[in-house]
Structures are given as C-alpha cells and as structure tokens.
C-alpha cells in the first residue's frame, strides 16, 4: 500500500475518532431541582462539566436558550443537556430527559 495513502487513512481515522469524543464529551446529565419559567432559569444537579470547565459535580442555576425547554421538564426529572458559557452567565442551550 502506498505510504501516502496509509498516512491519509489513518489520519481520517484520528479525526472521525476524536470529533466523537468531543461530541460525547459537551452531554452533561443532571437532575432537575428548580424551574422558573418567569425568569428563563433552571436550576440543575450534575456531574462534572468538561465543556465548561467543571471538573465537580455541583448544584447551578442556569438561563435557558428557549424558554420552551422548561415546560418539558418537571422537578425531579433527570436529565442531558447542553451549556455555554456567555457573558450574562451559563446558558443551556439543549436539554432532553434522560433515556
């Protein structure tokens, strides 16, 4: 087999692995504890936090991208979600029940 071809091959294979580790990796599961539809907040138990930089579990209250999100949850319900970081604080911009 050419060495060019080899080379490529294996590249593709690094990329495709690691770009599914990153992906895994921004799911953080949690338990819902508070909601407040008036505001667009959730407070939310959870594991650690690689995407943001958590390395604890802890206990946050988080705005929410659409407030929409908040009437699919109830208080107990655990919980995959997505957050950013923004400048008004941490942000969750996608949230489903856990399976």
């Known amino acids: 087999m050419n060495p060019?071809?080899?080379i490529a091959t294996?590249?593709?294979l690094t990329l495709g692995l690691s770009c599914g580790a990153l992906a895994a990796g921004a799911s953080i599961s949690g338990e819902?504890?508070?909601i407040d539809e008036g505001a667009g907040k959730i407070t939310l138990k959870h594991g650690p936090a690689k995407s943001l930089g958590m390395e604890e579990p802890m206990t946050m209250v988080y705005?929410?991208?659409d407030a929409a999100m908040l009437k699919h949850v109830k208080v107990?319900?655990?919980v995959t979600f997505?957050?950013?970081e923004a400048a008004s604080?941490?942000?969750v911009t996608k949230m489903e029940k856990a399976k």
């Open 82 to 84: 997505e957050a950013e």
């Open 4 to 6: 060019i071809i080899r």
């Open 10 to 12: 294996a590249l593709a």
């Open 63 to 65: 705005r929410v991208k």
């Open 76 to 78: 107990g319900d655990k």
């Open 89 to 91: 604080g941490y942000t």
């Open 32 to 34: 819902v504890k508070k």
